[in-house]
């Protein structure tokens, strides 16, 4: 990695240790799982073994006589009480907590049983007796589109459209395209994938002897889930005590409130006792948000030069059978609009038309900001397929299309404004460190032998930090978020956001945030997330959205805290404010460094000698960001293909990220290595497949593949920095962007491999026996 480690202590861009490894290394983690209250009782859920049915009958007494079994609800029990159905996150749908008189989806919770034991409510759940009545499937949304079989008869709309969504100049795209010297089509299909978490969902609910719900939960947006339990239960806000407590990894699929969540409240409220549920592996894999599923046309035009004069891109996306992909209000399709990538197209169109079919809904921001994976991946692989087409190397189109360093701020085609990026540097220092010139010439002389070696390119741009509250809200929430520092008499610190680590660092990386504003030791600023009652109010961790947004508030609830500082430094120096400035970590007088006092100094003089000022050195900040951060980075694969076998090895893969100011290196190179691991997987392993009868194929680890350390390529790494304008830090976000930007590398660089067969295009996940096939049909076409 060549991001440099800065040697001061207290200062951004230091390879400071994760303050909470100690803690995970010695399994002293706090998990939900981990949680036990006195008198705790188990729930474990009936779930539909068809994919739509009709439910004719639930009988619960079998179930009722095993030991330890103290209650099962239903669908209609909890409809009786008014909480059948829940809010899906953007508001625009609502979802059956517990089947409602027909299923929808394989796996679809039906009954919720609660026992003194786990054991017991799994018995418990196997022995309710539903009978069913099967009914047609509609297994994909082309299916669902001709509207013969209509899954949401409860939706005033009778129809399996869910929504139209586009963006940006129809006809002008039309037009251009038309006059195009090149035009190429492609339908390409993100498949749809599933974050697995290694931890999967679970929570536990008790009202406590006040009678006020302590809720913890394995949540990425603690806040939101508090305002959205009293939309759903009518319990007030302020009766409601959520805790995410340590999260083994989100990744988008703990935003969601899940069926679990509500069948435990209601439990505990039912019984008088705290209720546990934890889902299994299972569960996680087959009714939890799922991601992506969206099947893209795309159009690409060009001069003959290369220089692009149009993109068009309409998709289909299958949303399952409730509307419950967590995007933004405002936003049904995400920032699908980013497919213009990193490119100054002239002229741009897309659309997006979503479906319902019988499948487990969702379409969560897996490790990326609503749906930018698809649309990098889509225009990605598209100038791939020009290059190839125009017979221009796949980096000189990139060069001749990239938005220029001076065009920032850039204003897209598609809505749009890139905050700051230096795209050719990043890719000319991204060919120089993986030696591209030698790659080519290795290339010739392999296909020469007749070898199949392939470098794929990927030189993506993302928009990330949801965001502005004019554009972002989910619930009617709009989407900022907040900071609050204390710092202690002795020079120590507390700092509490609306955020919620899952893996990431926060309680380092923010750490760094407010040493850095104050001269502090990051070791003894503690960090506290996940707890709604100290925490204040965020819209919490997902779409990489914490360095934009709550990073900010971070540093501007420490600048807030400086400037009540500088007046108690002022009375300890004996002059006026405005003679006293930051320096060095220090507060000094103008011109005279040697007259100084440390923050360490002044937060002791804050409560034992504030003189005529406010005593106590406190902060709080909402921040509500201008604008969205535009990482970008670029990536290059290089691969070898078995021609016998089909099989692919990774030879190389170098990612060079720009992510703006880096506040901690190695935790960014950290965020990297495991995007690059899911990235990997998905490109190469991992779909959630359904039969033609809507059967989920992918129920568990042996069918679902989750990489190992045998399969994993090496990572190699290296980073520009090209500051955000507008972020207080100039941080732009990094989280996710491997796993945006990998797998159209992946991708090409197989098809490069297979491009001297005349293969143009395979969709992930790249199995041997897909490659294998595309090999072997390419050879006989060819005899
Ligand atoms: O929202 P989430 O935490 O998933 O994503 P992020 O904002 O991209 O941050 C992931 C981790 O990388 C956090 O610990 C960040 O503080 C850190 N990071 C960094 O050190 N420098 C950056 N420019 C961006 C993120």
């Given amino acids: 990695m060549s991001i440099e480690a800065t040697p001061r202590t207290h200062a951004l861009g230091h390879r400071m240790k994760r303050k909470e490894d100690p803690r995970f290394l010695q399994g002293k983690g706090n998990y939900v799982d981990d949680i036990s209250l006195p008198g705790m009782l188990h729930a474990a859920l009936v779930r539909s073994p068809y994919p739509h049915a009709t439910i004719k009958n639930i009988d619960i007494s079998e179930a009722m006589k095993i030991p330890g079994v103290k209650a099962v609800i239903t669908g209609k029990d909890l409809e009786a009480a008014g909480l059948g159905w829940l809010p899906t996150f953007h508001g625009l749908d609502k979802q059956m907590v517990l089947a409602i008189g027909k299923v929808l989806f394989q796996y679809q919770e039906v009954a919720a049983v609660f026992a003194e034991t786990r054991a017991a409510a799994a018995d418990g759940a196997e022995a309710v007796q539903v009978d069913y009545e099967p009914l047609p499937v509609v297994a994909d949304p ?44 492609q339908r390409i299909w993100f498949q749809r994938c599933h974050p697995a978490p290694l931890e999967p969902c679970g929570c536990v609910a008790q009202f406590d002897t006040m009678g006020r719900l302590q809720f913890y939960v394995t949540s990425q947006a603690p806040h939101v889930y508090r305002t959205a339990l009293t939309i759903v239960t009518g319990i007030p806000e302020d009766r409601i005590h959520v805790i995410s407590p340590d999260i083994g990894g989100g990744f988008g699929n703990k935003v969601p409130v899940y069926s679990g969540y509500v069948c435990a409240v209601v439990g505990a409220l039912k019984l008088g006792r705290p209720v546990k549920w934890i889902e299994t592996r299972t569960e996680n894999l087959t009714s939890t948000g799922f991601a992506r599923d969206y099947h893209m046309d795309i159009e690409l035009g060009a001069e003959a030069d290369g220089r692009l004069t149009a993109l068009r891109v309409s998709t289909v996306a299958d949303h399952g059978a409730f509307d419950a992909a967590a995007d933004p209000t405002k936003y049904p399709a995400g920032m699908f609009g980013i497919v213009t990538g990193s490119y100054d197209v002239p002229v741009a169109h897309a659309e997006v038309d979503a479906y319902f079919t019988n499948k487990a809904p969702g379409g969560i921001a897996y490790r990326c900001s609503f749906r930018v994976t698809e649309a990098s991946y889509a225009i990605e692989r598209a100038m791939d397929i020009l290059a190839d087409e125009l017979g221009i190397d796949a980096v000189e189109l990139r060069r001749k299309n990239f938005i220029r360093k001076d065009q920032f701020p850039y204003p897209s085609r598609l809505g749009f404004t890139y905050d700051s990026g230096d795209y050719q540097k990043t890719l000319e220092l991204a060919l120089q460190t993986i030696g591209y010139d030698d790659l080519l010439t290795e290339q010739r002389e392999k296909r020469a032998r007749g070898e199949l070696m392939g470098i794929g390119f990927s030189t993506f741009t993302e928009v990330v930090g949801a965001g502005p509250s004019k554009h972002f809200d989910i619930l009617g929430i709009k989407m900022f978020d907040s900071a609050e520092i204390r710092i202690h008499p002795t020079g120590s610190g507390i700092v509490r956001a609306g955020t919620k680590s899952q893996g990431q660092g926060h309680e380092t990386t923010w750490a760094q945030i407010v040493a850095e504003e104050l001269g502090l030791d990051p070791q003894n600023i503690m960090v506290e997330e996940g707890d709604t009652d100290t925490a204040p109010y965020g819209l919490g961790t997902y779409a990489s959205r914490s360095t934009p947004v709550a990073g900010a508030a971070i540093a501007t609830a420490a600048r807030r805290v400086r400037e009540k500082a500088r007046k108690i430094a002022a009375h300890l120096l004996e002059v006026g404010e405005a003679d006293v400035e930051w320096k060095d970590y220090k507060f000094q007088v103008k011109g005279v460094p040697a007259k100084s006092v440390t923050m360490k100094e002044v937060a002791f003089a804050a409560y034992t000698n504030p003189g005529p000022n406010e005593p106590g050195l406190e902060g709080t900040n909402y921040y509500d960001p201008p604008n969205m951060t535009f990482p970008n980075g670029t990536y290059i694969a290089v691969v070898d293909v078995d021609r016998e076998t089909g099989e692919v090895k990774v030879r190389r893969f170098l990612a060079v990220d720009d992510c703006g100011t880096v506040i901690n290196p190695m935790i960014v190179e950290g965020q990297i290595h495991g995007g690059l691991t899911e990235g990997f997987a998905i490109a190469f392993m991992q779909e959630i497949q359904y039969d033609r009868d809507g059967n989920n194929l992918n129920t568990n680890f042996t069918d679902y593949l989750l990489p190992t350390s045998l399969e994993t390529p090496h990572w190699e790494t290296a980073n520009t920095v090209t500051p955000s304008p507008h972020h207080p830090l100039g941080a732009k976000a990094v989280g996710e962007s491997p796993n945006v930007g990998s797998p159209a590398a992946f991708v090409n660089a197989v098809i490069d491999a297979l491009s001297p067969l005349g293969v143009r295009h395979i969709d992930m996940p790249i199995t041997r026996d897909k490659v294998w096939r595309a090999i072997q049909s390419a050879q006989s076409a060819t005899v």
């Fill in 142 to 185: 082309f299916t669902a589109k001709k509207d013969e079989i209509l899954l949401r008869p409860d939706r005033e709309q009778k129809t399996n459209h869910i929504y139209h969504w586009e963006v940006g100049d129809r006809a002008g795209a039309e037009r251009a395209l038309e006059r195009s010297a090149k035009r190429i089509r």
